[in-house]
């Protein structure tokens, strides 16, 4: 337990509410320690905190579109890295057709976002199927195939050395956000049963980021039954009620879905957007010093961002200032729409992010400069 230096003080021309009722004139920009639950300021800036005309260095803001993927590997191991550290990889993989082995990942956890399509798992525990949208989270050894029935696209997700849990739901209590109880598990099924077979089958385990292939002359998705409080979990986004408040812009923390050794997995979900005409309606420039901020984003438009799709990454790296770019900015504070419909996955890294071959193969060099146009100052924008 660290016992951080609060010192909440008030100086100059302030609001003493974050995100809520700015000084005329004026950027909110807040500095975060960790993530979002440490000491914090928020200092208002008579101009836009990513208000840069040149970026020079190798570390920056990137984005990434895995729409531009075209290779559909047969093996999960063999799916785009795009980035990662010692304590989180993050792929992205392609699959068409049943894959005719079984895969197991002996490194860590590993979290499937099923980005589109659809089809079915068959596993260790038995069988479930799968659609856009669904979260499957595989517990580390875990063996399983997935059989598509429409082409699917995966954001994979892996807790290296560790175990994914669900966050601390604090005073809103374990209910809120989803109900654990709506998280399913497989089924000894009838499919679980058609699948059972004497055939000879390959097994690929990952270990140590290399893969290695064990063969049995049957298949070992042979389960009767089981028992414990150990098992593949699935969650759809949909099954997500988002904490929102009409007077306050909550922070990214309070979408917190996946929580993993020095890493966080957030969901954004549709929700109404603030009414409170004081409070802040996209999200607020913060620099979130101690997290790298890698963002896949799912669905809907996004709100804060222009030029993004779906299927396209952002990587903030901590210690640059972000938040929405000035288009967003200006729609958002005037309070032009009325919710938003964006679906994205967040990773918040306590270590930094390396990008890798896969992602740098589909980056769009220009994000550094989609702040250039200034926005307007907040009560500017909101008449
Ligand atoms: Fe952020």
């Not at 895969?103 to 659809?118: C, I, P, S, W, Y």
């Amino acid at each position: 337990m660290r016992n951080w230096i609060n010192i909440p003080r008030v100086e100059g021309r302030a609001s003493r509410q974050a995100h809520a009722d700015l000084p005329d004139g004026t950027f909110e920009h807040e500095i975060g320690r960790e993530g979002f639950f440490g000491p914090a300021a928020h200092i208002h800036h008579a101009h836009a905190p990513t208000g840069w005309v040149r970026f020079e260095g190798p570390i920056r803001p990137r984005a990434f579109d895995t729409t531009k993927f075209d290779a559909v590997p047969d093996s999960a191991w063999a799916a785009e890295p795009l980035a990662g550290n010692r304590r989180c990889a993050v792929r992205f993989w392609r699959i068409e057709a049943p894959m005719d082995h079984l895969a197991r990942n002996a490194d860590g956890d590993e979290l499937l976002f099923v980005h589109d399509g659809a089809g079915d798992l068959f596993c260790d525990f038995g069988h479930m199927s799968y659609t856009e949208g669904d979260y499957l989270l595989l517990p580390r050894g875990t063996m399983w195939r997935l059989e598509p029935s429409a082409p699917t696209r995966i954001l994979m997700i892996e807790a290296t050395d560790s175990a994914y849990k669900l966050p601390d739901k604090g005073i809103v209590g374990p209910h809120a956000i989803f109900d654990p109880a709506i998280l399913a598990v497989p089924e000894i099924d009838a499919a679980f049963d058609d699948q059972r077979s004497e055939a000879e089958t390959r097994v690929a385990v990952k270990r140590f980021g290399q893969v290695s292939t064990m063969v049995f002359p049957y298949n070992p998705l042979d389960a009767v039954g089981w028992h414990g409080d150990l098992a593949p979990v699935k969650v759809n986004w949909r099954d997500i009620r988002p904490l929102m408040s009409h007077r306050y812009h909550l922070p990214p923390s309070a979408h917190t879905t996946f929580v993993g050794e020095r890493f966080v997995v957030c969901t954004f979900v549709p929700r109404p957007i603030e009414t409170d005409p004081g409070a802040l309606k996209v999200p607020f420039f913060h620099s979130n010093v101690d997290y790298d901020e890698f963002i896949f984003y799912h669905r809907g438009s996004f709100f804060s961002r222009d030029n993004i799709h779906p299927g396209m990454i952002s990587l903030h790296p901590a210690g640059f200032a972000h938040g929405p770019h000035p288009k967003a900015f200006a729609t958002g504070q005037k309070a032009a729409r009325k919710e938003t419909d964006e679906v994205a996955v967040m990773i918040d890294t306590r270590d930094p992010l390396e990008v890798q071959a896969g992602a740098a193969s589909v980056e769009w060099t220009g994000y550094v400069d989609s702040w250039r146009t200034a926005p307007a100052a907040t009560n500017e924008a909101a008449e």
